[in-house]
Each structure stands twice: as structure tokens, then as C-alpha cells.
């Protein structure tokens, strides 16, 4: 039975990824675009292959000259031999004709060689700048941002300009020169003749321009539809167990029907006018042929013209215009590769919001004494999440951070490690600020567990030597004996070398826990930092944990988000967080006898109450 959809759920796009995050990105893709900006760009990585391409057209000359040669040898045989009946002379100049036309093909699949390999030299290039760009953006950025938009521009636009720099820079190049090789030959062979042979590139280049013109707008637009569908198909996958849990396949399948057939509105017109070019540039060229032949035929019924060169012009009627239609054609569809690069300089061109100031110090030898001083903060401006805090976390001391879910616990981690920067206020880490601190020396000596847990496509053995990737193999299997999970490690079939599944799937949130710990323990950081470290695991486990944990901690300062409140009761000082404003601070038992906010969070975990009846 077929749903019907309401024009509200057709607006709406699963997960919200290619939608609300993916706005950023989309909303600069509808922007008008400065074309001779990114051919310069996509030049200028292209010229870092100077001299293969210098070979590259010297052999594309070569072949060119090959290609011209056999006509005219042809329309020789015609007039010096046919005619006379010379069949030595005739065979001969066969022979030789047979030899260009090999040559010719030769050299044109040796160019062909060296231009795949240009081209994806220039691609990987490309990709690698990308890349090497994306890891320098700052997370919000990526909050804005949809991974499957972000892919999208790594495969398929990437993908575009590979193809037209693989296919068409040599055809292009080769085109050129057979174009103004045919028309030099042609003038100097007959000007009539000639004049005639190119009376058609008007109509070329004014159909072209008027095609280019409707086209580019609707690659551009072709692409941005198939990055909001390539979004909506990664978040779908990776959030697969909640559309089962809530048995919306049936709901996802209309949504991704509606974005799919989108898509195919969008490539219908971006390739309509292209369906219509290739017809009528075969019309234009057969006209051209038939306007060579009766002039030709013309002209050798005068006497002002060889039977034999007449042939010459025919052939060289084909070779001109096969080229102009050829570069027309690519001239359409290097406008999707210019869309795709177009998106791909979007994300290059994205500034970095955290960075280093020049004269920005290292920091070594941490003591781990950390003040937080007025500090105010908003994800969005406008709306702060943090109001005016300040604490002070002296060398070793535990600090616990406690309260309502979306209080700004976790944000003040955020700040510590300078996922982002603060809006006002100062944050000081052994008495430096630390937005005068190297950010990568700073985040070297935290070690972080966060509540969502990450773990890469490798072996066990990678995945925790990740927290330092010198660590020996001794190394690394002390510190998953530390965090407890060599337990669970060593009934695995491979132990150690056994390869994880995409983000640990093939593991339980617990393992995948116990494995983010033991890569914190072998970082050995000076200060930790543990959110919700102890969540996903069972009480026998998070036993465990914390006695592992507690020996991590001594002499480190340490941050600990936990809302099971009874995992906090050694903190030398919980902060108790309300809305972005610290409302409490003290040690458990202080807080306790304090009978205030601190006291009813607790209680209310042993009595069953919720935060708001308190």
C-alpha cells in the first residue's frame, strides 16, 4: 500500500545530514561562480606536470602531422597514379600511406599513455590537497558540513575532472592543432576551397556558446543533488539500526525516491541540450561535406581543381570538423568537471577557524595546572551554551563535572582541548593562554576518552597503538591490561591482530569503550580526560575501569564527565553545571551536606526522581 506524503514530508530529508548540516555547503554551491579563477586553479595543477605535457603535445603534433599526411598522399595517388595507371607508383605511395597512418597510431596510444598518467598525477595531486585541507578545518565546520556531501566531492567531482583531464586534454590539444593544421594546409592547397571548408564555424561556435551557456548552470546543479543524495545514502547506512528499531524503511525508501528522482530531473536538464548538440553538429558536418563536394565537383568541371584534391578537400572536410565537433562536445562536458571543481575550491577555500598565532610556544613540561577565567561561549551566536565560567584545576587534582544533560559539560572539554575557541574570557594551561599555545603541543598532552567512541577499520593492536604510534607491541598490550580490556581481547580469534569491522561494529559499545581507554593509558598524557569513560560497561567492568583509572590519575589533573554520580565520589572538586552557569562546587560529601542541587541530582538516581521534579 502506497503512503501518501504529505508537502511537509517532502521537504524533510532523513537524519537532516544532506539537509540542515549540509546548508553551509549548498547554500555556497548557488552562489555565482568565477570560471576563469578555477580553470587558473585546475592550470596550476596541471602545470606541475610541465614537461610531460611539453611531450605530450610535441607527440600530438607528431600524430597530427601523420593523420594530415595520408590524405594528401591519397589525392597524390589519385592524380599521378590512378590516372596514368601506374600501379608501381600507386603501390608505393599506398605503402607509405599505410606506414603514416601506423605511425600515427602509434604515437597517439604513447600520448594517450602519458596523459592518463598526467592526468592522474594532477588528480592525485588534487585529492591529496583536499584531503590534507580537510584535516586543517576546525569541527565546526564539520558540524555544518554532511559527510555524505563532503564524500560527494571526493569521488564524484573529483572524479569529473579526472575524466576530462584523462579523455579530453589530449583530444583537446590534438584538436587544436588538427583544426589550424587542416585550415594552414587547406588555404595553401586552394583559398576557395578553403573558405568554403570553414563557412560552417560560425554556426559551431555561436550553437556551442548558446549550449555552454544552459548547460554549466545545470551540472552544477546535477552535482549538488547527487552530494545531498550521496549524503542521505551514508547517513541511512551508518543509522541503519534506528530505521530498523523504529521500522521506517518504508518512510526512508519515499524520501530517498524523492531525492533520487530530483536528481534525475536535475541530470535531465543538464544533459538535454547535450542530447540535442551531437544531432545537429551531424547535420552541420554532413552539410558541410555535401557544400565540399558540389564545390569541388564544381571547380574540377572548371578546371581550376584536381579530381585528386578534391578528395584531399573531402577528407580534410572530415578531419576539420570532426575536431570542432569534438571540442564542442568536451567544451559541455568539461562544464560538469568545472561544477565538480568548482565544489572541490569551496572546500579548499574554507579558512581554518583554529589556528596558531605566529609566535605561538610549545608546551613542555606540564605540570596540568589549568584555570578557567570568565570564560563565555555559543556554538551559534546568540545563544551561549557556557555563561562566565571559571574553576581552577590544580596539578593532579581530579575535577568532576556534574548535571543535567546539555548543561555545558562537555563543551567545557571542547574548549580545553581548542575544538573551539572561546567567545570571551581566558582559558590558561600552566599559567600560558591557551590560545598562545601550539594547538598540536597542547592536544599531545591530553589524553581523551570521549563518550562517543571511535575506533578505525584495522587490527585491535592499531587501533590502540593510535594514542602513540611509536608504542611497541609490549607497549600497547600493557595498556589494554590496564584499561582491562585484554580480557576480552584475548577470546577474540585473532587477539591482537584481529581486524575491526567499519567503526568497531563487530565489537560491543563496552569493547569498543575498554579499547578508546586503553588508547588514552598508552598516550600517557599529563592531563586526562574522561566523558562518560565508564558508560557502556557493566558494573564488574567499570570496577575494573576505575581501578585502572585511578592509577592513570595519580599525579595527573584530570576532568571527568560521568552522570553516574556515584563513579565521582574521589574528585578533589565537582562543579555542578545548570544551564552554561557553575550553580555549585565542592567535594561529594561537601556537596551533599549542602542539600542543594548537587544533593537532589544525586538522590534522585537512588529514588527513581527525574531532574524535573527536583
Known sequence: MNVPISEDQKKRVPFGG?????????ASAERAKDKRSVMVRLWGYLSSQGRKLL??????AAATGFELLGPYLMGVAIDKYIATGNLRGLAFIVCIMILAYIMGSGITLVQSLIMAEVSQDTVRHLRKDLFSHLQTLSLRFFDQSSHGNLLSRFSNDVENISNVLNEGAAQFIAGVLMIASVTVVMFMMDMKMALVTISVMPFVFLLTKWIAARTRK???MQQQSLGILN????????????????????DVIQSFDRLNLDYRDSAVKAQTYMTVFGPIFGFLNNMNFAMVACAGGYFALKGSLTVGSVA???SYSRQFFRPVTQISAMYNSIQSALAGAERVFEVMGEEPEIVDIPDAQPLTNIRGDVIFEHVTFAYEKG????????????????IALVGPTGAGKTTIINLLTRFYDIESGNIYVDGQRIDQIQKNSLRRQLGIVLQETFLFSDTVMENIRYGKLEATD???IAAAELSGASSFINRLPKNYETPLAEKGSNLSHGQRQLLSIARAILADPSILILDEATSSVDTRTEINIQTALLKLMEGRTSFVIAHRLSTIRGADNVIVIDKGEIVEQGTHIELLAKKGFYSRLYMSQFKGRSISDL
Open 383 to 398: 545563544n551561549p551554551v557556557l555563561k562566565d565560567i571559571s574553576l581552577h584545576a590544580s596539578p593532579g587534582e581530579t
Open 474 to 476: 609490549e607497549e600497547v
Open 312 to 314: 584531399v578537400f573531402l
Open 55 to 60: 611531450l605530450v603535445v610535441f607527440l600530438v
Open 231 to 250: 549524503g542521505v545514502i551514508e547517513e541511512t547506512v551508518v543509522g541503519q539500526r534506528v530505521v530498523k528499531a523504529y521500522c521506517k524503511e518504508h
Open 18 to 26: 544532506a539537509g540542515e548540516k549540509g546548508g553551509k555547503i549548498l
Open 218 to 220: 545545470g551540472y552544477r
